[in-house]
């Protein structure tokens, strides 16, 4: 699985980036259903992952002492299926925390309607 992470109004530190890589890891259980292997092995696409998730971070405003003011996003591109959250909380860790509980949310949702409408072969 692919992870980019950007950030905005905020600096990314080794720690920060540990967490979201355990978090969004955490994911790639529920997302192999839909993987089949890693990699795309044709021939234009050589090498290219699968599972791709792009993740944005960053602090809504620089002046607020109190409130909703850190913000995640995530975006999640399956083979054939893209799942997308977001979070506003006071905390960043419970933002992200959040975010993925809400894709494996998601995850799963899809995994049953993918179960119940597949044709037996």
Do not use: C
């Not at 292997?37 to 971070?57: C, D, L, M, Q, S």
């Not at 894709?103 to 409408?117: A, D, S």
Request: proline share 2%.
């Amino acid at each position: 699985m692919k992870i980019v992470i950007k950030t905005k109004n905020l600096e990314l530190n080794q720690e920060l980036q540990d967490y979201i890589q355990e978090k969004i890891n955490s994911l790639e259980k529920f997302a192999k259903v839909f993987q089949g292997e890693n990699y795309y092995n044709g021939f234009f696409t050589k090498g290219k992952p699968r599972a791709e998730v792009w993740v944005e971070i960053g602090r809504t405003t620089k002046h607020h002492q109190k409130g909703d003011i850190f913000r995640a996003e995530v975006q999640m591109r399956l083979s054939g299926k893209s799942l997308r959250a977001e979070s506003e909380r006071n905390d960043l860790k419970l933002a992200i925390t959040e975010i993925k509980d809400e894709l494996q949310r998601e995850l799963k949702k899809y995994k049953g309607k993918r179960e119940v409408w597949r044709p037996n072969t």
